[in-house]
């Protein structure tokens, strides 16, 4: 399996202003929950009751995939 690396939450996610949403800025999976890039996640617990909303801020531990699927696989997060 592959190593994971650290990377900056806003480097993987992007916030919307006008509506409050985080989004994928890659094709993403978290927690075994797929999300295409740029699709809105909504506030609350998902992806098997994580709530992305209260990790804002802290690195993500992730994995790529590249072609043909090109998706992010995150790992867990950092304290």
Do not use: C, E, H
Not at 19 to 28: A, E, K, S
Not at 31 to 52: C, E, K, T
């Amino acid at each position: 399996m592959k190593s994971a690396m650290r990377y900056g939450f806003y480097i993987l996610f992007g916030y919307n202003q006008q509506t409050g949403f985080l989004y994928p800025l890659y094709n993403t999976w978290i927690n075994g929950v797929y999300f295409p890039a740029g699709m809105s996640i909504q506030r609350g617990p998902s992806f098997g009751g994580l709530d992305l909303y209260q990790l804002a801020g802290k690195d993500v531990a992730a994995t790529w995939v590249g072609p043909p699927t090109n998706t992010l696989t995150i790992q867990g997060f950092y304290q």
